[in-house]
């Protein structure tokens, strides 16, 4: 039987297609539940504090750079989403001294407008919030060259894809949408092939660095943390790291502090990763796939998964 239209985007695959048992399974589960749901290969760590949190999600970057070394170079892919890490990266590496010249960091991400992505003056810039967060704030004599930074850009996608080949990415880092993507990679639209049912796992997982469509919920949830609730101002396309590209990354690690997703969505994909349920209608499901992959929580964030009157 056909699967149900979106709730939100009749024209779009997303997790309100889903099977409502699977849905209701994930909104019973408590924050004790969540934790019984690590396995090999998927763990699950609790944060108390948000200052534990965000201080543990920064040193994942020292810990990956820390691996770099003249003949093997080594680094992270990180978000702009969470930011709250980044100031704490550039603090960390002035404080130990670590020196940066055989490390690299590659840019997840970038909004796509007019045919390119969009400059590093405009207010959404990627890049520019991952400089003026962190890099810039690097004591010059212990940054990494600019060349050990790597942003996804429409002219050099193949070049940012091939680099995951010559480079170890320790870990890719990032949050999780309200879509439930990480970095832009969004549901598909509903329509050709896929209008009945949305692209099998193995299809979906052939992706790489490439533009893609955002989803409206991806536009909406954008406005509403960083544009000031002008929806009209974000750009419908971006650039974006791939599945292919992830599964060259020793680790995938999520950061859930309860901002960018709700009390649902983060139980959703817990659920559907530990048990391997893949559906790329819910593309964070499809990391269930991946051998390495942790799910960081602020527990407080977790909160409970109810009707709430306010």
């Not at 890490?85 to 960091?105: K, S, T």
């Not at 520019?128 to 600019?146: G, K, Q």
Request: glycine share 6%; net charge negative; charged share 25%.
């Amino acid at each position: 039987m056909t699967r149900p239209l979106s709730a939100v985007a009749p024209d779009w695959w997303d997790f309100t297609t889903l099977d409502r048992e699977l849905a209701d399974d994930a909104a019973k589960l408590t924050a004790e539940d969540m934790l019984g749901l690590a396995r090999p290969g998927f763990e699950i760590v609790f944060y108390d504090t948000l200052e534990s949190f965000y201080l543990a999600e920064a040193l994942e970057y020292i810990e990956a750079w820390r691996q770099a070394a003249e003949d093997r170079p080594a680094g992270i892919c990180g978000p702009i989403g969470p930011t709250e890490q980044l100031p704490l990266v550039a603090q960390l590496v002035n404080a130990l001294e670590l020196d940066l010249r055989h490390a690299h960091f590659w840019g997840m991400d970038e909004w796509y407008l007019n045919g390119k992505e969009v400059p590093i003056e405009h207010p959404l810039s990627f890049e520019r919030a991952d400089r003026e967060l962190c890099f810039d704030h690097i004591r010059p004599d212990l940054r990494m060259p600019e060349q050990n930074l790597h942003f996804p850009k429409a002219d050099n996608l193949a070049d940012y894809s091939a680099s995951f080949d010559a480079l170890r990415c320790v870990v890719m880092q990032g949050g999780q949408g309200d879509v439930k993507h990480w970095a832009f990679n969004d549901p598909p639209k509903r329509q050709g092939a896929h209008s009945d049912d949305p692209p099998p796992p193995e299809d979906y997982l052939k992706l790489g660095a490439r533009v893609v469509d955002l989803h409206p919920m991806t536009i909406m949830q954008n406005a509403r943390t960083s544009g000031g609730g002008r929806v009209s101002d974000v750009p419908a396309q971006a650039l974006t790291v791939g599945p292919q590209e992830t599964w060259k990354s020793d680790r995938v690690s999520i950061w859930h502090a309860g901002r960018h997703d709700n009390t649902f969505g983060m139980r959703l994909t817990t659920l559907m990763i530990s048990k391997k349920i893949a559906d790329a209608a819910v593309p964070m499901s499809l990391l269930g796939l991946h051998p390495n992959v942790r799910f960081s929580f602020y527990r407080p964030g977790i909160g409970e998964c109810a009707a709430e009157m306010h």
